[in-house]
């Protein structure tokens, strides 16, 4: 069994930060991308920064310049420091891995609710 545990979201005023954590156990082989959704009540899920193996990451226009995403390759943890928070950042974010040896899994965290107030 594979878990993804996130933590660090929470509320903020617009203009703050917060930083997400997301860690990956269990039977997990061969991570590849690691990676943060995003989903707004009414909204489809969205693609906020994703990170590979070697580093490339790449992000949401609508995030660029503001998220920076980072990963601890040894601890199988990805992370997601957002500033200059808006409140069109309000959503549940979901941590994403993929994984696999023969084939590609992708395992989904619970989410964590980001609400920044104006």
């Known amino acids: 069994q594979v878990q993804l545990v996130e933590s660090g979201g929470g509320l903020v005023q617009a203009g703050g930060s917060l930083r997400l954590s997301c860690a990956a156990s269990?039977?997990?082989?061969?991570?590849?991308?690691m990676g943060w959704y995003r989903q707004a009540p009414g909204k489809q899920r969205e693609l906020v920064a994703r990170?590979?193996?070697?580093?490339?990451?790449n992000y949401a226009d609508s995030v660029k310049g503001r998220f920076t995403i980072s990963r601890d390759n040894p601890k199988n943890t990805v992370y997601l420091q957002m500033n200059s928070l808006k409140p069109e950042d309000t959503a549940v974010y979901l941590c994403?891995?993929?994984?696999?040896?023969?084939?590609?899994?992708?395992?989904w965290g619970q989410g964590t609710q980001v609400t920044v107030s104006s």
């Open positions: 994403n891995v993929r994984a696999g040896v023969i084939r590609d899994y992708d395992y």
């Open positions: 269990g039977s997990i082989f061969r991570v590849k991308t």
């Open positions: 990170i590979t193996g070697d580093g490339i990451a």
